[in-house]
């Protein structure tokens, strides 16, 4: 039997890309594992894990959705935490993959936060000789350093690789804590203030920042189709439309019925000011295009967590 390996599978993006893969290919298929089953950092945990997947069976897939990141300023704050956890997983997982499973193609899932700051559509292009954000420099870094990994590997030892660069991605099973990426903190806070009949909501800045957004489903089709069907080292996988905070608070509030006021705090911290892919390369290659609107990606997010919040009673 041909298996599938996801690790990071029990993150939001690897949870949903390891359930579309049983839908899809079965679900005995696939071999998903997050921090709780072995932990990446260490070496011989690592090696010890792919050993036994391998044993018995043909590996045809190694996804890697594994990292350690939050969102908002903890970048800023653990710079060295996020380095050597992220640095320490990649090597890891990608000598297992050489070692254990080296028929396999390997696809890795990378951020949109390893391109320069400025307001244009990031081609894959300038994934090379720019510099990202300062304040994510370290975490963005090691996905630089994924890629030319991924390079190194295919360049010695014949290996196939390819990889996603995503936006900010949301959806049903998302995390809506304060803390989380900003639509999802957006989404909690709004339909939390509804469920408790608060009077405002917070939204950090000032609502003129743009971000571009892409829904869970879509993003899992894409990168299977990344995958199944890239010739390229590298793809950028998103809607490219960039939105503002205000007008993304303007569709949540509308979804979560919410009739309190908006404050905006321009003293809380932001990032940059606009972030948006250029998607025309995957729409060549692979003719993929993103099914969801955000109206609809946002609607069925927040009916999804009020629902979860009802059930929790």
């Known amino acids: 039997m041909k298996r599938i390996v996801v690790a990071g599978a029990t993150g939001f993006i690897g949870r949903a890309l390891a359930d579309e893969l049983g839908r899809r290919h079965g679900a005995d298929r696939v071999l998903g594992f997050g921090s709780s089953t072995v932990d990446l950092v260490d070496a011989e945990a690592t090696f010890e894990w792919f050993r036994k997947?391998?044993?018995?069976?043909?590996?045809?897939?190694?996804?890697h959705l594994a990292a350690l990141y939050r969102a908002g300023d903890w970048p800023v704050h653990h710079p060295a935490t996020q380095f050597h956890a992220n640095m320490s997983m990649n090597v890891n997982v990608l000598e297992a993959w050489r070692r254990f499973m080296p028929d396999a193609r390997f696809t890795s899932v990378v951020s949109y936060c390893m391109y320069p700051s400025h307001e244009e559509p990031h081609p894959e292009s300038e994934l090379w000789g720019t510099e990202p954000e300062d304040y994510l420099f370290a975490y963005a870094f090691t996905k630089k350093a994924l890629l030319v990994a991924q390079r190194a590997y295919r360049q010695e030892h014949g290996l196939d690789c390819t990889s996603a660069v995503l936006?900010?991605?949301?959806?049903?099973?998302?995390?809506?804590?304060?803390?989380?990426?900003?639509?999802?903190?957006?989404?909690?806070?709004?339909?939390?203030?509804?469920?408790?009949?608060?009077?405002?909501?917070?939204?950090?800045?000032?609502?003129?920042?743009?971000r571009e957004f892409a829904f869970i489903d879509d993003v899992v089709d894409g990168i299977i189709a990344v995958s199944e069907r890239s010739k390229q080292p590298v793809l950028n996988l998103g809607c490219g439309?960039?939105?503002?905070?205000?007008?993304?608070?303007?569709?949540?509030?509308?979804?979560?019925?919410?009739?309190?006021?908006?404050?905006?705090?321009?003293?809380?911290?932001?990032?940059?000011?606009?972030?948006?892919?250029d998607v025309s390369k995957i729409r060549r290659e692979l003719g993929w295009n993103a099914a969801t609107s955000l109206e609809e990606g946002i609607r069925r997010t927040v009916h999804w967590y009020a629902d979860s919040l009802e059930r929790e009673g």
Not at 56 to 62: C, I, L, S, W
């Open 167 to 210: 936006p900010t991605v949301f959806g049903p099973g998302d995390r809506f804590a304060e803390d989380s990426h900003v639509m999802g903190a957006l989404v909690g806070k709004f339909v939390r203030a509804t469920r408790d009949g608060a009077d405002s909501v917070e939204v950090w800045g000032d609502g003129r920042q743009e």
């Open 53 to 63: 997947a391998a044993a018995g069976a043909e590996v045809e897939r190694v996804y």
């Open 241 to 277: 439309r960039a939105h503002s905070i205000a007008a993304i608070v303007e569709e949540i509030r509308k979804a979560s019925g919410f009739q309190g006021r908006v404050r905006y705090n321009e003293q809380r911290f932001v990032g940059v000011k606009r972030r948006l892919l």
